[in-house]
């Protein structure tokens, strides 16, 4: 019986160490391995763990990425997704539909085309005046995640110093002279 179990063990140890990129009709799926597209090629989808996708040519579909960066140099057909890292499109750059960002930069160059939303949720924008954005362009700035935390400690600063002020007021109704400190 524990032959069998340490078999399997064994087998499962085997094929988890031996992944391979998954390549699916021109998907490009990396994990702690960079996805380069050069100029003059493309792939259908681009996702990338851990890693970046440096695309001089063009992404047929979509880029997520997650904990890297994304950098188009041409274009992108649908939506490009980034989570923890920068993207980067170049001047006169396209992006088909979403450009979104989770925790990152975004820096658009001179003439970049995104035809439908551009999120930015807790990061930051830094585009050309001609960039062109098809629909609703919204930007929530990495600091609104301090107002809850500063919030938390002004009220944790505030208990503190009535808990303090409570014991003294005892101690001075208790011995009638103030504490030394």
């Known amino acids: 019986m524990t032959r069998r179990i340490l078999a399997r063990c064994l087998a499962?140890?085997?094929?988890?160490?031996?992944?391979?990129?998954a390549h699916a009709n021109r998907d490009a799926v990396q994990f702690a391995s960079d996805i380069n597209v050069p100029q003059g090629s493309?792939?259908?989808?681009?996702?990338?763990?851990?890693?970046?996708?440096?695309?001089?040519g063009?992404?047929?579909?979509?880029?997520?990425?997650?904990?890297?960066n994304v950098r188009i140099a041409s274009?992108?057909?649908?939506?490009?997704?980034?989570?923890?890292?920068?993207?980067?499109?170049?001047d006169n750059a396209t992006i088909g539909h979403d450009?979104?960002?989770?925790?990152?930069?975004?820096?658009?160059?001179?003439?970049?085309?995104?035809n439908h939303d551009l999120v930015v949720m807790l990061g930051s924008l830094r585009a050309?005046?001609?960039?062109?954005?098809?629909?609703?362009?919204?930007?929530?700035p990495a600091w609104l995640l301090c107002i809850p935390f500063l919030i938390l400690g002004l009220i944790i600063f505030f208990v503190i110093r009535a808990i303090r002020s409570y014991r003294e007021r005892q101690l001075f109704n208790a011995y009638q002279f103030p504490p030394r400190h």
């Open 12 to 21: 499962c140890a085997i094929l988890a160490f031996a992944v391979l990129p």
């Open 42 to 56: 493309s792939v259908h989808d681009a996702v990338c763990f851990f890693c970046s996708v440096n695309a001089h």
């Open 58 to 68: 063009a992404i047929d579909h979509d880029v997520v990425v997650f904990f890297g």
């Open 75 to 90: 274009r992108a057909d649908h939506d490009v997704v980034n989570f923890f890292g920068q993207v980067v499109a170049d």
């Open 99 to 114: 450009l979104v960002s989770f925790f990152g930069v975004i820096q658009l160059g001179h003439n970049v085309v995104v």
């Open 128 to 140: 050309a005046n001609s960039v062109s954005i098809g629909k609703d362009r919204v930007v929530e």
